[in-house]
């Protein structure tokens, strides 16, 4: 069965320093991979999506995910983070071939931006 | 404007009444799902749709039940909530399963005491 793991909890980092936010995945099939951000009392959206193609994947507000299918790995970066960058962020895992059509989400990051 | 909906967004309730927490979408979407999200645990899947008539159950499905008559629609509905229903739900929809992103509604706090 697929699983995903956000071992962070809780990040806090200065503003304009760069952040690392990590996910692993088990799977024994191929995987789309996703992560999306939770802004205070609001619902989920994408930041980016790895599908397939090239390992690095750019996506809104400037983060970028690198793909790892070795270490099973889907960390979020971003190389300045800003105060508006504090949320919670979840990576979210869908198989690709199995036909069960679910998606598993981590139990999510909480990105502390401090002044 | 493309969006989900979903009512109402704070329900409180007692055990055993029945409520039925509704979500539209407006985007021909194929594929939506119901999610809960609790402290420490994420987002869980409780159900999900392929197309109208069409519906599977995710990882948490006990205590919930759904229907997708029409395409825009899918109610989650809580036949006898109990307090460990209490909880944030999302609403969701994509074009299609897996390949695509999903859109997320504002979310339906819901207390059950």
């Known amino acids: 069965a697929q699983s995903v793991t956000q071992l962070d909890s809780q990040v806090p980092v200065f503003e304009e320093a760069p952040v690392e936010l990590r996910c692993n995945y088990s799977s024994s099939v191929s995987v789309y991979l996703f992560w999306y951000v939770q802004y205070p009392n609001q619902g989920l959206q994408l930041l980016l999506k790895?599908?397939?193609?090239?390992?690095l994947v750019k996506g809104i507000n400037g983060f970028e995910a690198e793909f790892n299918k070795s270490q099973t790995s889907f960390h979020l970066r971003k190389p300045s983070v800003h105060i508006s960058d504090t949320a919670e962020y979840f990576c979210?895992?869908?198989?690709?071939?199995?036909?069960?059509?679910?998606?598993?989400f981590g139990t999510g990051t909480r990105l502390k931006v401090l002044a | 404007e493309a969006q989900v909906t979903q009512n109402p967004r704070y329900l409180i309730t007692v055990t055993g009444k029945k409520l039925t927490v509704t979500c539209s979408q407006n985007m021909n979407h194929e594929y939506m799902s119901w999610y809960r999200q609790d402290p420490g645990l994420g987002l869980r899947q409780i159900y999900y749709s392929m197309n109208v008539e069409v519906t599977d159950k995710g990882d948490v499905p006990e205590g919930y039940k759904v229907s997708r008559k029409e395409k825009r629609n899918f109610p989650l509905i809580l036949e006898s909530p109990s307090p460990n229903q209490t909880s944030l739900y999302f609403c969701a929809s994509s074009l299609t399963a897996s390949l695509y992103e999903q859109y997320f509604g504002p979310g339906t706090r819901l207390t059950v005491t």
């Open positions: 979210a895992v869908s198989e690709a071939t199995s036909g069960t059509y679910k998606y598993i």
């Open positions: 790895y599908l397939s193609g090239s390992t």
